[in-house]
């Protein structure tokens, strides 16, 4: 299982914002302004939580939640 407040915390260390911006109802869109940051964001957190998405899995992200989600859904199965 995913800590998911450890996500949250790196979601917010990746995005430079006040950890309690990120809950899981927060739209990443209005969280992140540049698509190369949300690119930067999704490969710290496939690294710090040893996970692979690919762009069918992150189709329909739109919250933090349905990130942390598909980060669970997508673990490597020795982590």
Do not use: W, Y
């Amino acid at each position: 299982m995913l800590d998911r407040s450890a996500v949250k915390f790196k979601i917010a260390s990746v995005l430079q914002v006040q950890p309690e911006l990120i809950v899981e109802e927060a739209i990443l869109n209005e969280l992140v302004v540049d698509s190369f940051i949300l690119v930067d964001l999704v490969i710290e957190l496939q690294e710090e939580f040893s996970c692979r998405l690919n762009q069918e899995n992150l189709k329909s992200v739109r919250t933090v939640g349905d990130l942390i989600q598909q980060l669970e859904l997508h673990r490597f199965a020795a982590a």
